[in-house]
């Protein structure tokens, strides 16, 4: 069983930049791709990046290719999400998911999920 909190969401202008973090519980944490995914009302979570059990392996949308750095620290059970150049359609909740055998970038897959942090962007 894994346990995902994530916090650094907030409000930023455009062009500005955040940082995720996702703190997880269970030794199992190193075993798992990890992803960030997003969510606005009304629409369907939305694939933002994975990285793979060794961080070896990095996946991003489009969306995010060039802005946003997925990484993870196994010793300390941790993945972060750093954003660049933020703009308002970037305005989501961002979740943490874990708990997939390999990466992907459909949601079903991943078992573990966190309550999001919000990140709005003011144009």
């Known amino acids: 069983q894994v346990q995902v909190v994530e916090s650094g969401g907030g409000l930023v202008e455009a062009g500005g930049s955040l940082r995720l973090s996702c703190a997880a519980s269970?030794?199992?944490?190193?075993?798992?791709?990890v992803a960030w995914f997003r969510q606005v009302p009304g629409s369907e979570r939305e694939f933002v990046a994975a990285?793979?059990?060794?961080?070896?392996?990095?996946n991003y949308a489009d969306s995010a290719k060039g802005r946003f750095t997925i990484s993870r620290d196994n010793g300390k059970n941790t993945l972060s999400l750093q954003m660049n150049r933020l703009a308002p359609e970037d305005t989501a909740v961002y979740y943490c998911?874990?708990?997939?055998?390999?990466?992907?970038?459909?949601?079903?897959?991943?078992?573990?999920w966190g309550q999001g942090t919000q990140v709005t962007v003011s144009s």
């Open positions: 998911a874990a708990g997939a055998a390999y990466c992907s970038t459909g949601p079903g897959i991943y078992s573990y």
């Open positions: 990285i793979s059990r060794s961080g070896g392996s990095k």
């Open positions: 269970g030794r199992s944490f190193s075993s798992y791709c």
